[in-house]
Structure formats: C-alpha cells, structure tokens
C-alpha cells in the first residue's frame, strides 16, 4: 500500500461545477499538505500549503486536512477550462522539506 | 527572475549507457532536489542538496547520483541504464525564510531509455 493514495482519475466535469479532490495518507507524522499543479509537459507548481488539520482558502480553492482521518482535500469553485490539469497532493513530515511524498495525481478536464 | 531550468529537455539513450542531466535553480536558492516521474509510480524523491551537500536521499539504487556546485547548480547521473528507468526527471529549487516551504519546479527532462 501507498503512503499517499490518490484517485488518478480521469475526471470530467461542466464548466463551472465545484471540483472535489481528495488523497488520504498512511503516514501520521505528515504535518504539512500541499496541493500541485501539473499542465502536460511541465513541472508542477504549488497551489495550497497547509499545516495540520483545518481549512484554507485562495480565490476559487479551497484546501482542507482532516488528520484524525488522514483525509485531504482541494475544492475548486467555478471551474474553468483552464484548470484543466493533472493534480498532485504531497505532503511532508517537516516544515520547507524538499522530500515530499506525491500522490499519484488526478487528471482533470473541466469542459467549456 | 528566471524559473528553474533544466537541460537537455528530451533525451534517448540505449540500455547500459549512462547519462547526466542539469538543473540550474532560481537565483539565490540553495536548496536543490530530484524527483523522478512515472506513470506508474507517480512522483518519487531522489535527493536533495543544499550548498554541495547531499541533505537527504530517496530510496534509489545506487547508480543514481548526484552533486552541487558552489553556483547552486546541480546535475543527477544515472549510470548502467535499464529500461524502468525512463521517466521524466524533475529538478526542483527552493529559498530560505517566510517562502522557504515552496518548491519551484523545472519542465523536467524526459529520458528515454531504449
């Protein structure tokens, strides 16, 4: 079993539906959670960082961390074509870690 | 300020060959690590650097290597190629203080092992 289990997915939805992704973790040390972005052909880049358990939120995203049940979470509000992504949770014991454990990323299309 | 660059972009190599890749973090950051991309095993950490030393290592076979230079830069080598080692392999970089938790990415260089 996989320290961090992701949906790969692929996922499909309308133009401004609420998208959820979820990863959940084996790991009870995992204090920070992070979510990414990865459009085809390029590195990721961080959209969410949080810390413990909790709820965060950054324009149309929104993170959540549930630790009691090593549960995370990315909302997206009002989708658009251009969210249209791979998604990648990661997460890290220690602060600024650069060893970070991925999820095996959810692709998304969101359709016009 | 210019991103994360990695060189070459795409490479072919055959089976027992060995091969170098370079990574050329964001100005002023210190802190360089690798990450090996699959489709079947998702993102896996190889090693970090900070200011040439080795910080911390994943759980690769030892023909994986890596090293720093005084000017940041870093460069991985994989010797002895074997086909499960294509993959894209991503260099990221990050800075010290309030920002130190981000990770910037580079485009990765996409080995091909034939």
């Known amino acids: 079993q996989k320290e961090v289990e992701q949906d790969p997915g692929p996922l499909s939805v309308p133009e401004g539906a609420i998208v959820s992704l979820n990863c959940t973790y084996s790991n009870s040390a995992f204090q920070y959670f992070m979510w990414y972005r990865q459009y085809s052909r390029k590195g990721p880049e961080l959209l969410m960082y949080?810390?413990?358990?909790g709820n965060k939120e950054d324009g149309r995203f929104t993170a959540q961390v549930d630790k009691s049940s090593k549960y995370i979470s990315l909302f997206i509000r009002d989708s658009q074509p251009s969210d249209s992504a791979t998604y990648l949770c990661?997460?890290?014991?220690?602060?600024?870690?650069?060893?970070?454990?991925f999820g095996q990323g959810t692709r998304l299309t969101i359709n016009p | 300020k210019a991103g994360v660059t990695q060189t070459p972009r795409y490479l072919i190599k055959t089976r027992g060959q060995q091969v170098t890749l370079s990574c050329s973090p964001i100005?002023?950051?210190?802190?360089v690590s690798w990450y090996q991309q699959t489709p079947g095993q998702g993102l896996q950490f190889l090693f970090e650097?900070?200011?040439?030393?080795?910080?911390n290592k994943g759980n690769f076979p030892g023909r994986f290597s890596g090293r720093q230079f005084s000017n940041s830069r870093s460069e991985m080598n994989v010797s002895t190629l074997e086909l499960g080692d294509s993959a894209l392999y991503l260099c990221?970089?990050?800075?010290?203080?309030?920002?130190?938790?981000?990770?910037?990415f580079g485009s990765g260089t996409q080995l091909s092992v034939l």
């Open positions: 100005s002023g950051h210190r802190s």
């Open positions: 949080t810390y413990s358990s």
């Open positions: 650097y900070f200011s040439e030393t080795q910080r």
């Open positions: 990221a970089s990050s800075g010290e203080g309030a920002s130190g938790e981000k990770l910037f």
């Open positions: 990661a997460m890290s014991e220690d602060w600024g870690a650069q060893k970070l454990v």
